[in-house]
């Protein structure tokens, strides 16, 4: 039997304070379930999982939807070119050419590195602190993906916090509901983002470096290279991506264990790995709360049809709790046995930078918890939703 459509608005995630139980109550209606406004929510982990992975459920729809919805020009081309929003032929042949430049050598490669700048910002974040608490959003959760993403692109330092506000700034584009305002804020941005990196592509095509950048430029299969587009594209998405989805999965899992003080202790002590609590944030305090597809036939999803022609959201959040495939699953338990988290999506589009946000969230959370033990908040964090991703304003401490 088809599920009666509900009248919950996806748009509203945006000023919900707890989107958690408001996904929850939404998948206690069925895991597979039309909304009034013409999607359909997809909330349970198995679901999810079939979603991601079916090949009646597409990408490239939402690519093409952008053709309609913005002027020609940077924006445009970005989301039309985006690798996520990409099928068959042009998903595999764009992925198959960036995996030949973003391999997990280069991954391993950097972790020295971000060692080191984690402990680096730290310790100067030591020597100016007063008793004034510390936003560690700011001094370093901000910080290390921004280097460490500018490091890999071969962009300069003192570049980066303009290119991060240009790469905020297009962000609701990805929404499912964007603000006018924020719209033509977006088309700017865009445009100033993909003329600096037009000129920093030009720069790494007449002198190639060792960054991945250069290494995108010249990749080659069987003859066939990216696009000047493809490339402008992927260098915006993977800026935005390997800095935004890492400051905020470390912030949110941190703020988790913070809220309560024996949870950020166990992992300070040792009682509960790194690798663990990493895995947990991914599951519990999913930075991306949903992904979008559109279902290019009658699809079936948990025994439900979705008619052709409709736009689905996987919610990676909700299912990342569904008590299906979790006990207790708005209980922070690292070490918990159950499926994979959805966090990076699942299946041809799984998160080409996933082993390397994990990386820097593992090496971000034993710097901090190694070198402050009595680390405890200052104030309750406030958090927001930016187009699909949530994650905090600030995150005031104080280190001891």
């Known amino acids: 039997m088809q599920p009666e459509p ?5 748009g509203s995630l945006t000023d919900d304070p707890d989107p958690h139980g408001t996904l929850a109550a939404l998948r206690s209606g069925g895991t597979v379930r039309p909304l009034a406004s013409g999607f359909w929510a997809v909330t349970g982990h198995a679901a999810a999982s079939e979603a991601l992975r079916h090949p009646g459920l597409h990408s490239a729809p939402i690519g093409e939807l ?20 990409l099928d068959p032929p042009d ?10 430049a973003f391999t997990p050598r280069r991954v391993q490669a950097v972790r020295p590195w971000v ?64 603000d006018p305002g924020e719209l033509d804020a977006a ?34 299969l069987d003859g066939d290279r990216l696009t000047r587009a493809e490339l402008l594209s ?6 935005s991506a390997g800095h935004r989805t890492t400051r905020d999965l470390f912030t949110n899992g941190l703020a988790t264990l913070l809220d309560e003080p024996r949870r950020y202790a166990a992992v300070a002590s040792g009682s509960w790995s790194i690798a663990d609590t990493v895995s947990e944030f991914l599951r519990a305090c999913t930075p991306t709360l949903y992904v979008a597809r559109v279902a290019g036939e009658d699809c079936v999803l948990d025994s439900v049809g979705v008619p052709a022609g409709s736009p689905v959201l996987v919610f990676l959040a909700a299912a990342n709790r569904d008590p299906a495939a979790y006990d207790e699953p708005d209980v922070f338990r690292p070490g918990r046995p159950g499926p994979q988290p959805l966090s990076f999506a ?27 033990p009595d680390l405890r908040l200052a104030e309750p964090p406030t958090w927001h939703q930016r187009g699909p991703f949530r994650g905090v304003d600030r995150l005031l401490v104080h280190p001891s």
């Open 6 to 10: 509900t009248d919950w608005d996806p």
């Open 66 to 85: 952008y053709t309609s919805l913005l002027p020609p020009g940077a924006a445009r081309d970005e989301m039309v070119h985006r690798i996520n929003f």
């Open 91 to 100: 998903h595999p042949r764009v992925r198959s050419l960036v995996s030949t």
């Open 115 to 178: 060692e080191s700048t984690a402990g680096s910002l730290l310790e100067a974040v030591d020597r100016r602190r007063g008793s004034a608490p510390v936003d560690l959003l700011a001094e370093f959760a901000h910080q290390v993906p921004s280097l460490v993403i500018s490091e890999l692109l071969g962009v300069p330092a003192e570049d980066r916090d303009e290119l991060t506000a240009w790469s905020d700034a297009v962000s609701p584009l990805l929404s499912v509901r964007v």
């Open 187 to 220: 088309v700017a941005a865009a445009e100033r983002f993909h003329t600096y990196l037009g000129r920093l592509l030009d720069e790494r095509r007449t002198r190639p470096g060792g960054d991945l950048l250069s290494a995108l430029s010249s990749s080659e």
């Open 234 to 239: 992927l260098a915006a998405t993977l800026y």
């Open 346 to 372: 699942f299946g041809a589009h799984y998160c080409l930078g996933a082993n390397l946000a994990r990386a820097e969230v593992e090496v971000m959370l034993a710097a901090v918890s190694g070198r402050w």
